[in-house]
């Protein structure tokens, strides 16, 4: 059976999630990719892209345009309402991963 | 660099319905990301560096795609396809319609359920929604295989489209009202000609159907008058369709057995003339060239949004 949308539905929440969990520092679109692929999570730029956009849109990050190197680079940053909705995401995360572990066990 | 705005163009062409400002972010975020890319990962910027950066970040459709959140039913860059490709199988299905009323009983190819105007009518809705549940279905097929082809939306129609002159305007309507008075004065009078000032009735065979024929004409005609008065002050696509519409209505009535037997009585006419052979043939012909013309100006009203959407 193929999985791929099924694990595609999974993640999209996730992302956002981990969006907001690591852009307490400004982060610009390469750089996220790159520090998700050294820690072996590989993302496809078409959804992350789209999706800090789309974050950006619901006020949960902020974003500036900088100049680095000749280059104009956008940085995401999680806003002060995104913390908010960080923490009650958090929060029910956790109570999902409780739920889980406590019929699958921890492995 | 060349490569990479063409590349950005092309996916602004699949980003409409956006406010201009949100496209031209989105796109120099794109644009940032692959240069970031093509610079950190080819160890600098050039053509070869970013085709191949281009090209592992995806068809512009699939990108434009990843935009729009909520997975519409149909591809926005896809509704004005919609409209456009409804309102030509709509005016061929009203065409269609039209011949069945017109052969009547004897309409062994063009049979429609009903052969009265009523009953006509009353399908006409029906056969539209049929005609939008139809292409939409297609659409949807379309937009959930990926929407990764454009569909024809026969450019070649506004290519070879040439707006009248205000004097080609004036003229078209100074001679559809010449033909609107012509008609009249057939329908009224008869054939006559004029020899030292006396008037006098030219005898043909099938008097009765020339007549019809001529009442048909002027109707037809007056319609023409009508919007050629307003394409003098106000040249449109719109006008024209509007014309067009207003045209088959008027046939649909005319051809109708509810109502070509009335307009005999007006005429004073035998109400079998209206069933003669030629008159069919020019009816046919009429609603042929009026049905054409009206797919056409659809098409070039649709096609038209669809290159100014693409453009903006």
């Known amino acids: ?39 072996n999570f590989i993302i496809d730029e078409n959804t992350l892209y789209p999706l800090l956009r789309r974050l950006e849109e619901k006020e949960i ?33 956790q109570e999902q991963d409780r739920l889980i572990k406590s019929f699958v066990g921890e492995e | 660099m060349e490569r990479l705005k063409k590349y950005l163009d092309n996916i602004r062409t699949f980003l409409p319905g956006r406010q201009p400002e949100k496209v031209d972010e989105i796109l120099r975020e794109i644009e940032s990301h692959i240069l970031e890319r093509a610079e950190r990962e080819h160890g600098e910027i050039n053509d070869t560096s ?34 456009m ?90 001679a559809s009202i010449v033909g609107v008075a012509i008609t009249y004065l057939g329908f009224t009078y008869g054939p006559v000609y004029f020899v030292d000032g006396q008037m ?19 109707g037809i005609l007056t319609i023409s008058s009508i919007f050629n008065f307003i394409n003098v002050f106000n040249y449109s696509r719109i006008v024209k369709i509007a014309s067009d519409i207003a045209g088959l209505i008027f046939l649909l009535i005319v051809v109708s057995p509810d109502y070509s037997g009335r307009i005999a009585d007006f005429l004073g006419i035998s109400p079998e003339s209206t069933g003669h052979p030629l008159l069919i043939g020019i009816l046919v ?22 290159v100014a959407s693409t453009n903006t």
């Open chain 2, 200 to 218: 006098n009735t030219l005898a043909i065979a099938a008097l009765d159907t020339m007549k019809y024929g001529l009442f048909l004409g002027f």
């Open chain 1, 61 to 93: 990050l902020a974003s500036e345009w900088r100049v680095e190197e000749n280059k104009p680079r956008k940085y995401y940053s999680i806003s002060d309402a995104g913390r908010k909705v960080r923490e009650e995401l958090l929060k029910i995360w």
């Open chain 2, 85 to 174: 490709y409804t309102g030509i199988i709509f005016a061929i299905h009203i065409g269609l319609h039209l011949l069945s009323l017109i052969f009547g009983e004897n309409g062994a190819i063009f049979r429609f359920s009903s052969t009265d105007l009523l009953g006509v009518l009353s399908q006409l809705p029906v056969t539209f929604i049929f005609d939008f549940g139809l292409v939409s279905l297609v659409l949807y097929f379309v937009t959930k295989a990926g929407a990764t082809s454009r569909l024809p939306y026969f450019t070649w129609f506004l290519k070879n489209e040439k707006v009248p002159s205000l004097a080609q305007r004036i003229a078209t309507l100074v």
């Open chain 2, 50 to 83: 970013l085709a191949i950066v281009i090209k592992e970040y995806g068809s512009p459709e699939q990108v434009a795609a990843r935009y729009y959140e909520d997975g519409p039913i149909i591809a926005p860059h896809l509704k004005n396809y919609l409209f």
């Open chain 1, 1 to 39: 059976m193929d999985i791929g949308k099924l694990a595609t539905e999974m993640n999209r929440g996730f992302i956002q999630l981990l969006m907001m969990v690591m852009l307490d520092e400004p982060m610009y679109g390469y750089e996220i990719v790159r520090t998700l692929q050294e820690r």
């Open chain 2, 285 to 306: 012909f009429i609603t042929l060239v009026t049905i054409v013309e009206l797919v056409i100006e659809t098409i070039r009203f649709w096609a038209s949004r669809i």
